[in-house]
C-alpha cells in the first residue's frame, strides 16, 4: 500500500539525480475542514510533509515551484455549497493555474 501513498512517496528529486535541478510541479492542494467524505488531514499532512521534505533548508533546495494548500473554511465535501464560496474557490483555481502558466488575460 505505501507504494501507491503519496505521502509515504515524498522525495527530494534533486537526490536522486544530483547533477539535475529537479523539483515538484506547482502544486494547490483543496480541502473543506468539514469534510465528511475526505477527512482534510489528509491534505494537511501531506502539504506539511512536502514542506519539511523540500523547504528544510532553503539554502539546499532549487524548490521554487510554490506548493500551497487551499482550506475552504465552514464546507464540506462540495455538494449544497454557497454559489459565492464556489465562485471564490474556482477564482482561486483558475488563478493559480494562470499565475503558473504566465497566462495573459485578455477581454
Known amino acids: 500500500m505505501c507504494r501507491y501513498s503519496p505521502l509515504h512517496n515524498v522525495r527530494r528529486p534533486w537526490e536522486r539525480s544530483p547533477d539535475q535541478q529537479l523539483q515538484y510541479p506547482s502544486t494547490m492542494l483543496l480541502t473543506a475542514d468539514h469534510d465528511d467524505r ?5 491534505s494537511l499532512k501531506l502539504l506539511a510533509t512536502l514542506q519539511h521534505v523540500l523547504c528544510t533548508s532553503l539554502e539546499d533546495s532549487p524548490q521554487t515551484n510554490p ?3 487551499r482550506i ?8 449544497g455549497r454557497p454559489t459565492q464560496k ?8 483558475y488563478g493559480f493555474m494562470a499565475k ?3 497566462a495573459v488575460w485578455s477581454d
Open 100 to 102: 503558473m502558466l504566465d
Open 72 to 79: 475552504e473554511c465552514k464546507a464540506g465535501h462540495g455538494a
Open 38 to 42: 475526505v477527512v482534510p488531514l489528509h
Open 67 to 69: 506548493i500551497i494548500g
Open 86 to 93: 464556489m465562485i471564490d474557490e474556482a477564482a482561486d483555481r
